[in-house]
């Protein structure tokens, strides 16, 4: 498939957990569109493997350790250290992170298909932020009312920065964030602050069980517990396509591991539980694990 020179510019998020399935991501995207730059938000300084895979395709890479900088979530907010990390929540402020007119932000659990070029070229007009409807009423978990037919999918954003940072969008969304609590954390306050400035594309853009599969799947998305990396998903065969070719290039390998780590939840504070998972690492990700051994971590072994 020839590439549309596009100049994308791409952001995504992702634990330290899962820098395995974020670099099958990139080469997905790398693989099928010409890609400018990426920022990659994580919690490290860099991802060796990444660096190089970006380096093959001779686009930047800037890496931001969510630790090194401001915490714009505070640590009252309700929504703080629950089953979502701080790393799903930083797109409420990639204005005081990212220096871009616009981004394409892309959730590290989908793979890129196809050209979305149309998609990064779309017009603003007077919208803020561009994605895929939820379908259904996703209304009732909500605190205000009147967005059911309106409640946008927060996986797959083309974000307007320039528009949200000049309008201070971010300091409302960051001052919902840190005062009610939320479902939905990121996609909730993102809906609610940018109503009536969003703008719909169709679901081949975002494909999901809740959005809808599109017969033409520009950007898969695996969303709860239905990864692509696991069998629970019937299009799990289109991710590990794209895993299979970039394992092909050889510039990483991966490493099954199982883990026994210390995790809480709003009804069982403090009581350590194995994880159910198991999931696959960079042979980089290991060594640190095994060199480092977190504090969670009680330990690994590997399969």
């Known amino acids: ?5 596009n100049n994308i510019v791409c952001v995504m998020c992702c634990t330290n ?59 009252t907010s309700p929504n703080y250290n629950t089953k979502y990390s701080k790393l799903s929540m930083c797109r409420l402020y990639f204005t005081k992170i990212i220096n871009e007119d616009k981004v394409l932000y892309i959730d590290a659990d989908a793979i890129v298909l196809d ?8 017009k603003f007009e007077e919208d803020v932020l561009i994605g895929v409807k939820e379908q259904g009423d996703w209304d009732k978990h909500l605190y205000t009312s009147g967005l059911n037919d309106k409640y946008i999918n927060s996986g ?19 001052y919902l964030i840190n005062k009610n609590k939320y479902d939905y954390p990121d996609q909730d306050v993102i809906n609610l602050i940018c109503r009536n400035r969003i703008g719909y594309v169709l679901s081949e853009y975002n494909s999901t069980e809740t959005t809808g ?41 991966r490493i099954r591991v199982r883990a026994i780590i210390n995790l809480t939840n709003d009804s069982e504070i403090g009581k350590p539980r194995r994880l159910g998972d198991i999931w696959y690492v960079t042979p980089e990700r ?18």
């Open 17 to 75: 957990n899962w820098y395995y399935y974020l670099l099958v991501n990139i080469y997905s995207l790398l693989n099928t569109n010409k890609v400018k730059k990426i920022y990659l938000v994580i919690e490290d300084d860099n991802i060796q493997d990444i660096e190089k895979l970006c380096n093959k395709y001779n686009v930047q890479v800037e890496f931001i350790n969510i630790n090194k900088i401001d915490n714009y979530i505070n640590e």
């Open 1 to 5: 498939m020839e590439k549309k020179n």
């Open 156 to 174: 797959v954003l083309l974000m307007n920065l320039k528009a949200i940072k000049e309008e201070e969008l971010d300091e409302s969304m960051l």
């Open 213 to 253: 599969i599109a017969e033409n799947i520009r950007i898969m998305h695996y969303i709860r517990g239905n990864k692509g990396w696991t069998n629970n998903s019937p299009y799990s065969y289109l991710w590990k396509q794209q895993e299979e070719k970039a394992l092909e290039l050889g510039i990483t390998n």
């Open 286 to 303: 290991y060594d640190y694990l095994r060199g480092n051994n977190p504090k969670k971590l009680v330990a690994v072994e590997k399969l």
């Open 115 to 122: 050209d979305i070029s149309e998609l990064w070229n779309m």
